[in-house]
């Protein structure tokens, strides 16, 4: 029974890393035009979710499961509401982008700690989620910074 615990919590991350992935195709060209200084950041948290898809993928056949490749029902209806949002958006798109960023990363970071308190995790998949949750936090910290800085440019 634990492994089906294991990969069912892995194929939940795998989709929040899908869900990072496509909120990321959807804010890319809004607002690097303008903040030219957060597009190498971005660069590393697009290279970031593709290694730590492939983690996932390659934990979860370890354990003989089947990889959930697809993006989560909460995250889809968030891509959407960020469409309706930003068309009826008057005033600085690029702020309201920063902080749909903000958003995502904080919910990606609670869900990969709520994996890992989860004790569903086998070691060697709780190694590999705490070092991604590492590198979740440190992107959430640097574009939570710049939305900060961002604020009070305005």
């Known amino acids: 029974m634990k492994t089906e615990q294991t990969v069912s919590v892995l194929n939940d991350l795998l989709q929040i890393t899908n869900d990072r992935m496509e909120g990321f195709e959807k804010v890319e060209g809004k607002i ?36 959930d490749d697809s993006t989560s029902v909460a995250g889809a209806i968030h891509r959407t509401w960020i469409d309706i949002k930003n068309s009826f958006t008057i005033g600085n798109i690029e702020e309201s ?45 640097q574009f939570k910074k710049i939305e900060e800085y961002k604020k009070k440019e305005n």
Request: aromatic share 8%; charged share 30%; hydrophobic share 30%.
């Open 32 to 67: 690097w035009e303008m903040y030219p200084d957060i597009k190498d950041e971005y660069d590393r948290m697009i290279s970031q979710s593709k290694i730590m898809k492939n983690e996932l993928i390659n934990l979860i056949t370890e354990k003989n499961g089947t990889p």
């Open 97 to 141: 982008t920063l902080e749909n960023v903000v958003f995502g990363e904080r919910a990606a970071v609670e869900t990969y700690q709520k994996a890992l308190d989860s004790g569903d995790l086998c070691e060697k998949s709780e190694k590999i989620i705490s070092e991604q949750l590492h590198s979740l936090k440190e992107s959430y910290h």
